[in-house]
């Protein structure tokens, strides 16, 4: 499987961004589908997952109540709505599938950049 993201930009803090990921390859609904994010320096982190069945969800703690995950897994789109951005979720954001929502991920995509203004 393959991952394209796009949506990425520039936003001000307290602003919205809707960013997204096109699947092509194999997919399947017990899979997961996780938002990583890196910004300079740092780790990349895993702040969101789904199960392309839609059933399960997870959020990390810091983007709880501000970002929702979605899918279409005819289309094998996976959406991230960003809600309340702030500066530190500035970073470039990667689509992974795995077999659990906690991972192991594997099949990085290249990534798509979102800058917060403060």
């Known amino acids: 499987v393959q991952f394209v993201e796009s949506g990425g930009g520039l936003v001000q803090a307290g602003g919205s961004l809707s960013i997204s990921c096109t699947a092509s390859?194999?997919?399947?609904?017990?899979?997961?589908v996780g938002w990583f994010r890196q910004a300079p320096g740092k780790e990349r982190v895993l702040v969101a997952a789904?199960?392309?069945?839609?059933?399960?969800?997870y959020y990390s703690d810091s983007v709880k109540g501000r970002f929702t995950i979605s899918r279409d897994y005819v289309k094998k789109m996976v959406y991230l709505q960003m809600n309340s951005l702030k500066p530190e979720d500035a970073a470039n954001y990667y689509c992974?599938?795995?077999?659990?929502?906690?991972?192991?991920?594997?099949?990085w995509g290249q990534g798509t950049q979102v800058t917060v203004s403060s």
């Open positions: 992974a599938q795995g077999p659990r929502l906690l991972g192991p991920y594997s099949y």
């Open positions: 789904i199960i392309w069945s839609g059933l399960n969800t």
């Open positions: 390859g194999d997919t399947f609904t017990n899979y997961a």
